[in-house]
């Protein structure tokens, strides 16, 4: 075949396209109906194996055009994630200038759990720090609570720091390994499972401590008072309660002058710089309360249980003076807790970006019909891609913190809650082949009411702040990047096996009798 065959099919016979990132595309090919132009049906008497030929070159043909529509999808999906990446940053610089000056930001990996920063530093002094004691092992705290730093007209407070690090079996290890999939040799393997238990130590004594108590209880009140009181004098700690707290204890002895507390909103958002551990008296919902007075970074928590099943406090408040001691000593095992971050996206919304105000979840986020007699209609979408419709009472976004609350009762799996992952849960859904997922941590999530809906559907987050969901309306969740830590009486994994054996009774039946029938 001549070279000017080619040439005289024009531009239907070879694609020399140039792809956006400038390299010459290499699967530049010719089409079926050039090839069929090229590839004419053998006159009479032809050879066979031209014939054979032929047809080999018509599948090489199909096989490379396909090969180049694989590329070009891969592009348009690389494009597309550039672009939601540049949204994204555009839309968290004026949420991180609200809180930092320019000059202040530390590392990209810092924002994921926040800071316990003493005082200000630049960027170069942040990065030589880090190289200095994080570099080795473990993370600190002056990247686990980092969250910007408070008014410049505020009083500096001093905070205390620590270290997490990874154990396994009861031995710290010198430096976290992660999933990394290699390739030596032609075999594929992995590189240390990140299953390792997180210890914190303090590197610094723990100086301010929030106490956070259930209310309308009398026994709480008392331990509260006496708690406080050892606290002060044993432990020489600066104490802060919530303010209906600190009136209580004033009416009983004005010896609790000491304590401080809150006046509003703007002072609360500035805990996290002051205080360096929560203690809470309750049950789950305490806990839930806690996290939820921090939008950003979390100081650890440490758990009493005073509540009905305990699945997050695993501390017995008889205890309480030898645990708080060895939790201020130190090391100690801690989950980290991940949360949800919702956004409420009105259909009135000019683009995506211009939600409400975000909300943080430690449990579930729960879409339903509320007062409405009608099924719920919801359309899902998991970064972009149509998962499903709801057509029942409702749906579950859960944490693996959160799979032992409502969206157990609904049918969902029992998850560890140090398993990074969002359960999708649906509420009595009218279909029987709808089972619940989960999915990983680093999805996006998006429940839309469609404009075809009967009725509205309602959106509720760890049972309060319920937001009505019109038509149009969608509720977009991620993962937050501030996880919850709270200690541990053992480690995560005891502590979580316990919690469903004494709370649920899981897998509670009567041993089978030793005799009867047996194999031969």
């Known amino acids: 075949m001549s070279p000017s065959k080619f040439k005289s099919t024009g531009e239907e016979s070879i694609s020399c396209s140039q792809p956006e990132n400038g390299f010459t595309n290499s699967f530049s090919l010719f089409s079926e109906k050039a090839v069929d132009e090229i590839l004419q049906p053998p006159v009479q008497g032809t050879d066979d194996h031209l014939i054979e030929f032929s047809e080999a070159m018509r599948t090489v043909a199909k096989a490379l055009r396909r090969a180049a529509e694989g590329k070009a999808s891969a592009q348009a999906e690389a494009a597309e994630w550039k672009r939601r990446y540049e949204l994204e940053k555009a839309r968290n610089l004026p949420l991180e200038d609200k809180e930092q000056s320019p000059g202040e ?75 990394i999939v290699s390739f030596e040799r032609g075999n594929i393997t992995t590189a240390g499972r990140s299953s390792r238990q997180i210890s914190l130590r303090w590197e610094s004594p723990p100086r301010t401590v929030l106490v956070l108590t259930k209310p309308n209880s009398i026994s709480v009140r008392i331990l509260c008072a006496e708690m406080v009181r050892w606290l002060r004098e044993q432990k020489k700690l600066d104490i802060y309660v919530e303010p209906r707290v600190r009136v209580d204890l004033l009416t009983e002895s004005s010896y609790f002058n000491f304590v401080q507390t809150w006046k509003d909103d703007k002072e609360i958002s500035l805990l996290h710089t002051k205080v360096d551990l929560v203690a809470t008296l309750g049950g789950d919902g305490t806990v839930l309360w806690a996290a939820s007075m921090f939008k950003g970074p979390v100081p650890p928590i440490v758990p009493f249980s005073l509540g009905s099943l305990g699945f997050m406090t695993p501390f017995h408040t008889e205890h309480y003076r030898e645990c708080l001691d060895s939790v201020l000593k130190g090391p ?67 944490t693996t913190s959160g799979s032992t609350a409502y969206s157990l009762a609904a049918g969902g799996s029992m998850v560890h809650p140090q398993v990074p992952g969002i359960l999708f849960t649906p509420i009595c859904p009218h279909s029987l082949s709808f089972r619940p997922l989960i999915l990983p941590e680093h999805v996006t999530l998006r429940v839309q009411v469609p404009f075809n809906s009967r009725s509205h559907a309602y959106a509720s987050f760890d049972g309060k702040d319920r937001k009505l969901l019109a038509a149009g309306d969608a509720l977009v969740c991620s993962m937050a990047p501030w996880p919850v830590p709270t200690a541990c009486q053992v480690d995560s994994t005891s502590d979580f096996l316990r919690s469903i054996h004494e709370g649920l009774h899981w897998n509670l039946r009567k041993t089978q009798s030793f005799d009867g029938p047996r194999d031969s």
């Open 332 to 398: 100690i095992s801690i989950t980290l807790r991940h949360r949800l971050r919702c956004h409420v996206v009105r259909d009135a919304a000019k683009h995506e970006y211009e939600t409400e105000e975000p909300i943080l979840v430690l449990n579930e986020v729960t879409i339903d019909r509320g007062i409405s007699s009608y099924l719920t209609n919801l359309e899902c979408y998991c970064d972009n891609s149509f998962v499903t419709c709801v057509q029942g009472d409702g749906l579950i976004l859960s």
């Open 105 to 179: 930001h530390d590392s990209d990996f810092g924002d994921a759990v926040g800071n316990f920063v003493n005082q200000p530093v630049s960027r170069n002094e942040a990065n030589e720090q880090f190289e200095m004691c994080c570099g080795e092992n473990g993370i600190c705290s002056h990247e686990v609570l980092r969250d910007g730093e408070s008014d410049s007209g505020s009083k500096m407070v001093r905070k205390a720091s620590f270290r997490l690090s990874w154990c396994c079996k009861g031995e710290q290890s010198d430096q976290h390994k992660h999933d």
